[in-house]
């Protein structure tokens, strides 16, 4: 069982940054691949960006592309999502999620899930 506990959201104005964290309780975790989604209100689950470990690929949707960036620091059982530029379409609820094998674009596809942290990014 591994459980994942989201941090760094909150308020921000447009064009700024957040650091979103996702820590793990269990060593384990280093053998999970890590994605990263966000639901906005009445909206699907959205994949944001995913990361394999411990070949550090990366992938990205293409809405966050060059402004997200997502890494992990094995040593902590933490995966990261870098957000800068932020606009208002980037409000939501963010989730991490962690599957073993390779991340996935589908958030059911996960074994676990954080209870997620709020963003919000106002004009």
């Known amino acids: 069982q591994v459980h994942l506990a989201e941090s760094g959201g909150g308020l921000v104005q447009v064009g700024g940054s957040l650091r979103l964290s996702c820590a793990a309780s269990?060593?384990?975790?280093?053998?999970?691949?890590v994605g990263w989604f966000r639901q906005a209100p009445g909206k699907e689950h959205e994949f944001v960006a995913g990361?394999?470990?411990?070949?550090?690929?990366?992938d990205y949707a293409d809405s966050v592309k060059g402004r997200f960036t997502v890494s992990r620091d094995g040593a902590k059982n933490t995966a990261y999502l870098q957000m800068n530029s932020l606009q208002p379409d980037d409000t939501a609820v963010y989730y991490c999620?962690?599957?073993?094998?390779?991340?996935?674009?589908?958030?059911?596809?996960?074994?676990?899930w954080g209870q997620g942290t709020q963003v919000t990014v106002s004009s």
């Open positions: 990361i394999n470990w411990p070949s550090g690929v990366t």
């Open positions: 269990e060593r384990s975790f280093s053998s999970y691949a």
């Open positions: 999620a962690a599957r073993l094998g390779q991340y996935s674009t589908y958030f059911h596809r996960y074994n676990y």
